[in-house]
């Protein structure tokens, strides 16, 4: 009964406190191997800031809609549990070992584009309204982008659960089979945490956009759902493109965090190169250029699948 009801909470708590400690030590770690000083160090840094935002007072503007502007960040980190729920670490190991987890996937993606917005929304603030409102500009993009490449991933696995997505390849990784697929995903994590160069509903010429006017313990769990976003993007990035917990001599939980890590070095590393793309131009790269490219990848694993 334990292990049925508590072990899967338990892991999903684990991987939101030791994936968001991750994000924010790598974060710092790339930012310093490209040469910008980080002041308060790598390792204690996260930990002093979250603890400084922990007991700040919490800002209040004039008449927000308060149940919602202070539920959307949790709204956020439960999506990004949810996410991380369904992630396999080995055949056997998987807190949520759904049959339509993929389909679940999808949903976290769909709900996180209403409660972004909702994060805005109910601020009642010009610019944390502005940043909702280019979130869903942007949002149904990345949804049909994510799904017609994780319906290619689904193809050859002829299911809809992860843990067959990762059986499926145990002979060729699908990152060779769709060589389109994983760069694709990528770019959606960037953009549904907002993160780097997608980042346009928190974005420095809004003053913060959405999350402008949060601080205290509200601003903590926000930066933190992020951040565990960002952790659920590659536990499925490396799910369904690098083979999941497979690989020789190591055990699979081991073999699916270094996969994991390396998925979020890179996402971490692309944030703080490229440069932050204009809204109207990030528009077009994803409904021109990026969501053509995702239905030529699900055409080339249907070929791949009947072959």
Not at 75 to 97: E, H, I, M, Q, R
Not at 219 to 227: E, G, K, P, S
Not at 230 to 246: I, M, Q
Request: hydrophobic letters at 60%; aromatic letters at 10%; charged letters at 10%.
């Amino acid at each position: 009964m334990f292990s049925e009801l508590f072990l899967p909470v338990l892991m999903v708590i684990f991987m939101l406190v030791v994936g968001g400690y991750a994000v924010a030590v790598l974060d710092r770690l790339v930012a310093s191997a490209l040469g910008t000083p980080q002041a308060g160090g790598i390792w204690l840094a996260p930990i002093a800031r979250g603890a400084w935002l922990l007991i700040q007072h919490a800002n209040a503007t004039e008449a927000p809609d308060w149940r919602a502007w202070r539920l959307a960040p949790a709204l956020y980190l439960a999506l990004a549990a949810g996410g991380l729920a369904v992630v396999p670490w080995s055949a056997s190991l998987v807190a949520t070992d759904l049959v339509t987890s993929v389909v679940l996937w999808g949903s976290v993606e769909a709900l996180a584009t209403v409660v972004i917005f909702l994060h805005g929304w109910s601020a009642n603030s010009l610019l944390a309204l502005i940043g909702g409102y280019r979130y869903v500009a942007l949002g149904l993009s990345y949804i049909l982008i994510s799904m017609f490449v994780l319906i290619g991933v689904a193809l050859p696995a002829e299911s809809l659960q992860f843990t067959q997505v990762v059986a499926s390849q145990e002979g060729l990784w699908n990152v060779i089979r769709q060589p389109l697929g994983l760069p694709l995903f990528l770019i959606v994590g960037l953009g549904m945490t907002f993160w780097g160069p997608l980042n346009l509903a928190d974005s420095t010429d809004l003053a913060g956009g959405t999350a402008s006017e949060i601080s205290g313990p509200p601003r903590l769990v926000w930066d933190m759902a992020r951040a565990a976003m960002l952790v659920a993007f590659s536990g499925v990035a490396a799910t369904a493109f690098l083979g999941g917990g497979l690989g020789p001599w190591l055990p699979g939980p081991l073999w699916m965090s270094l996969k994991m890590l390396a998925v979020l070095s890179v996402l971490l590393l692309l944030g703080r190169l490229l440069p932050r793309l204009a809204p109207e131009r990030c528009v077009t790269l994803m409904w021109v250029v990026l969501l053509p490219l995702s239905f030529i990848d699900l055409v080339w694993a249907g070929i791949g699948a009947l072959l």
